[in-house]
């Protein structure tokens, strides 16, 4: 499970390693350099995370964010506010509320579903930050940030999207983007997800910073 992002040319790959869980950090220096590793769990504080967790990572307002779920399913942000600084890490869900991170997994010695901490998709738009999750009964939840000197807000974007989104399948991750409108302008967030008990593929998006999110079923 590994998440990658590019900053100032310089490549940088996030994963959930498979044998500890530790959050691991692979990058160049630059093109024509070796790569290197950072175990973020041990440097930078990092959570170990679940099992099936996959980090997602943004770089927004100068500062290189990675956010996941931990073991508790807890939604946690590791960062680094600049190159040369120390790695630093925050369990989102303690200290400004927000929702909690899990999918539903088929246990198929049981017959039984049971819960296990997975997927977040991250998003960086028109100065927020935005990071979307899925709870254990399907609901849709987007942890967002303002502003770096802002606190974490949470929203339920299942019951405040118009029409009503539904419940997503959790099993599946989330996959969200900002892209043009109309007019050219980048300013439209889209966050995809799978309904239930339809199966269709849901589009959540927002025009731009005021808007309310609406919620469609593709192909509408």
Known sequence: MLLRLRQRRAPRVYINSNSSNDLEEYYLTSIDSHWAAHDLTKIGGAATLAPLATPSALYHSGYTSVYYADANADLWETYLTAIGDSWASQDLTTK?????????????????????????????????????????????????????????????????????????????????????????????????????????????????????????????
């Not at 967002?144 to 539904?166: E, K, R, V, Y």
């Open 96 to 220: 400004y509320k927000t929702e909690g991170v899990t999918i539903v997994f088929d246990n198929k010695s049981t017959g039984e579903a049971e819960p296990l901490p997975g997927h977040v998709s991250a998003v960086y738009h028109s100065g927020y930050v935005d990071i979307f999750s899925t709870d254990l009964t399907g609901q849709v939840h987007d942890a967002f940030l303002p502003a770096i000197s802002d606190g974490w807000q949470n929203q339920n974007l299942t019951t405040n999207a118009t029409p009503n989104i539904g419940t997503t399948n959790a099993v599946f991750p989330l996959t969200s983007l900002v892209h043009y409108d109309a007019k050219g302008g980048l300013t439209w967030t889209s966050l995809y997800s799978i309904n239930v008990p339809s199966g269709t593929l849901q589009e959540t998006y927002l025009q731009k910073i005021g808007d309310d999110w609406v919620s469609q079923a593709i192909p509408s």
